[in-house]
């Protein structure tokens, strides 16, 4: 029963902490325009993305063969142009940023889980399982990127959800090392010591001792991954190796656009500024998270 006791009381006094440490970081976002810039401006490239396909005339796979290659214009109803198809390009954009978007965050969650999981086991068991589970990811290292995308759709197929398992199967390695890290200086911690006293299982103390203390780290780590697993994708897409028609990430309407690049370079032009500016955006947000959840980090008022 006094164990019961105890442990519960750890965990509350943890859930207020970490609730106090998000509402800092809360009021130290809201402080810098800059962050709050790239969220609005991410913002209205979400809702456009979920919006404009839905309110337009126009559909992202069906050609219009009487529209070729139209020219950006008020007038007409393509205000991005068309493609070699007749296809909408607004449509396309907007369909591509909704494809960009969720592979970078489906793949960041799944990187994310597997990495911290992964990295809190090694650093909070040691010994053996530390040094087998280390050594896994050294080998894991090793793999060139292309040819394990190559070799998984040989085996599989060129199917949408293996853009999802070849992304997230290799980016969890960095996260991993790093929550080791962590983990290792978070259990000679006082508070560890005495849930162990009190018989506190390993997994239970993993799950209510150490990943609360790796939540602001985990957040970062996240926001930051976003934006390098959608360049991923767009270097798949563009290789022709990632999303295949008729849907369309930012990364293929890039790759069409560099073949019309000379006789129409709005093909180019604006799925590569949407790519460019969720990118800054989602990376102003990482480094904006970051330096609000570090408590040494000095604000500074033009930021």
């Not at 990811?137 to 995308?149: G, K, M, N, R, S």
Request: aromatic share 8%; with cysteine; charged share 15%.
């Amino acid at each position: 029963m006094k164990r019961n006791t105890a442990t519960a009381a750890t965990a509350t006094a943890a859930a207020a902490v970490t609730d106090g440490l998000w509402r800092q970081c809360w009021r130290r976002l809201r402080s810098r325009p800059s962050a709050m810039v790239a969220a609005w401006i991410l913002g209205l490239i979400v809702a456009a993305a979920l919006l404009v396909p839905l309110l337009s005339p126009f559909d992202f796979a069906t050609p219009i063969w009487t529209e070729i290659f139209r020219a950006p214009a008020l007038a007409g109803g393509h205000l991005f142009g068309t493609d070699s198809l007749g296809r909408d390009l607004l449509v396309r954009v907007m369909w591509g940023c909704r494809i960009s978007l969720l592979v970078g965050v489906a793949a960041s969650l799944i990187s994310v889980a597997i990495g911290v999981t992964w990295g809190a086991v090694a650093g909070y068991v040691g010994g053996r399982v530390d040094g087998a589970l280390m050594r896994t990811v050294d080998v894991l290292y090793t793999v060139p990127f292309i040819p394990f995308v190559i070799v998984l759709e040989v085996l599989f197929g060129r199917q949408f959800l293996m853009v999802f398992i070849a992304i997230g199967a290799v980016s969890w390695l960095d996260i991993a090392r790093i929550v080791r890290g962590q983990t290792l200086s978070i259990r000679e911690h006082e508070y560890i010591e005495a849930a162990r006293a009190l018989g506190v299982r390993t997994g239970a103390m993993i799950w209510r001792h150490v990943l609360p203390n790796l939540i602001g780290l985990v957040a970062v780590y996240a926001t930051l991954t976003i934006p390098g697993v959608i360049l991923f994708e767009a270097l798949l897409s563009f290789l022709g190796l990632g999303v295949h028609a008729p849907l369309a990430s930012l990364g293929s309407l890039v790759a069409e656009g560099a073949n019309e690049m000379q006789a129409n370079p709005y093909l180019l032009i604006f799925p590569a500024a949407f790519l460019a500016t969720i990118i800054m955006c989602l990376n102003r947000l990482g480094d904006a998270l970051r330096d609000a959840l570090d408590p040494r980090h000095e604000h500074n008022p033009h930021d």
